[in-house]
Every structure is written in structure tokens, then in C-alpha cells.
């Protein structure tokens, strides 16, 4: 079980969400700035996760709510752990 706070790479965070999917039977694929960011080692970065899938977005909803993330009614669809914010010192498990 792997601990989600600040010091989580983007990296780690993509393994732990696509784990997290598995396990709903969800297939998801990174794409955007994030993976251009993994590839180049951060020489073009980014600083959010993109993923597609064709699941439903209850399905997913509901695999994203057990990592402690939270959907949002505006712009940003959903919101990072608490664990993940600055000066936190909770931590999520996947």
C-alpha cells in the first residue's frame, strides 16, 4: 500500500490511480502534458494527471473517491487529496 502526499511524483501518482482503476475493472491511458512531462524528464512540465477511458463516470467517480480524491461542480473536475496539499500531514492509501 502506497502513501499519497506531497512528495508523491506524478509518476507515482499516475501508478497508483491506474492500479486504483484496475482494480474497478477500468482501463484508463495518461495522456497529455503528463506524459510528454514523464518522457522529456521534465524538460516541457506539467503539472496535472490526464487520463481518458471509457467508463462510465460514476464507475470512476466511485475508484477516485476511495484514493480521497473529490469531483468539483466547476471547472476542475475533480480535487486532490487532502493529503496531497502543502502542509498536510495525513496520507492517503491506495
Not at 491506474?18 to 477500468?26: E, F, G, N, R, T
Not at 482501463?27 to 471509457?54: H, M, P, R
Request: proline share 3%; net charge negative.
Amino acid at each position: 500500500m502506497m502513501d499519497i502526499t506531497t512528495h508523491t511524483s506524478r509518476e507515482e501518482l499516475a501508478a497508483i490511480v491506474v492500479k486504483k482503476l484496475l482494480a474497478h475493472q477500468i482501463e484508463a491511458t495518461l495522456v497529455g502534458g503528463s506524459v510528454v512531462s514523464i518522457y522529456t524528464a521534465n524538460k516541457y512540465a506539467s503539472q496535472d494527471l490526464d487520463f481518458i477511458s471509457s467508463a462510465s463516470h460514476d464507475r470512476i467517480e466511485n475508484a477516485m473517491n476511495e484514493l480521497g480524491f473529490c469531483t468539483k461542480t466547476f471547472s476542475i473536475p475533480w480535487s486532490i487529496p487532502s493529503s496531497m496539499q502543502p502542509g498536510s500531514r495525513a496520507s492517503a492509501r491506495t
